[in-house]
């Protein structure tokens, strides 16, 4: 029972454009959402979060969108770069029941910028 | 920065042998915790530690055994490996004490080949 769902494995964009990655969730108890980016040899480092009182969280080129009703969210890169390349992990968490203080993963998207 | 550290970076082991992977946390976090990543499947938990005398199941402990030495260390063992525990293996720490308690924080992860 995949809870995250992150449904396009890769995703290659142009320099200067925009990348937008997307996360579905089934468990309607989760309540933070969080994306992690990874380059290969290195372990995944956290990059932006949201909680479901908000719907939208911006931090420089990076934006993270979240809406409720359909259980989706979705990061936004502009302009990309060729360092932004690397797996991105959509990961959520609930503040209570089973999934309390634990976070479940998506599958990744690989993300290639061209130059 | 090496706040999460994990040894050894790589292992190769034959199947039957038992291997301990070890995490060490300069972070000062209360909480720990093992995932293996898959291809296509994204990080696993496999065991997690809210505080040393706390120890509980992932969603694929099944093959595993941890240890809470100290709030900064935490290890996980392979009691006798098989093939099908060939993965990338990362250790993640997250701080209870902070408002989001949710953001976790990962070691640079250590490669496992059980032939």
């Known amino acids: 029972d995949q809870q995250v769902k992150q449904n396009s494995p890769s995703l290659s964009v142009q320099e200067g454009r925009i990348s937008i990655l997307n996360c579905d969730y089934t468990?309607?108890?989760?309540?933070?959402f969080l994306w992690y980016k990874k380059y290969p040899a290195e372990g995944p480092t956290f990059l932006i979060s949201?909680?479901?009182?908000?719907d939208k969280n911006e931090d420089g080129r990076f934006t993270v969108f979240l809406n409720k009703s359909a259980k989706h969210l979705s990061l936004h890169i502009v302009p990309s770069q060729p360092g932004d390349s690397a797996v991105y992990f959509c990961?959520?968490?609930?503040?209570?029941?089973?999934?309390?203080?634990?976070?479940?993963f998506g599958q990744g998207t690989i993300l290639t910028v061209h130059p | 920065d090496a706040d999460v550290t994990q040894t050894p970076r790589n292992r190769i082991t034959k199947t039957g042998k038992r291997i301990m992977l070890e995490c060490s946390q300069t972070?000062?976090?209360?909480?720990m915790y093992w995932y293996r990543q898959d291809p296509g499947l994204g990080l696993r938990l496999i065991y997690y530690s809210f505080d040393v005398k706390d120890i509980n199941k992932g969603e694929i402990s099944d093959g595993y055994s941890v240890s809470r030495q100290a709030q900064a260390k935490f290890s996980l063992s392979l009691e006798s490996a098989i093939p099908n525990q060939t993965a990338l293996y990362f250790c993640a720490t997250s701080d209870s004490s902070r408002e989001v308690t949710d953001t976790q924080y990962f070691g640079p992860g250590t490669r496992l080949t059980v032939l």
């Open positions: 949201i909680s479901s009182i908000k």
């Open positions: 990961a959520a968490s609930a503040a209570g029941g089973t999934s309390y203080g634990k976070l479940t």
């Open positions: 972070k000062g976090h209360d909480r």
């Open positions: 468990n309607s108890m989760f309540d933070y």
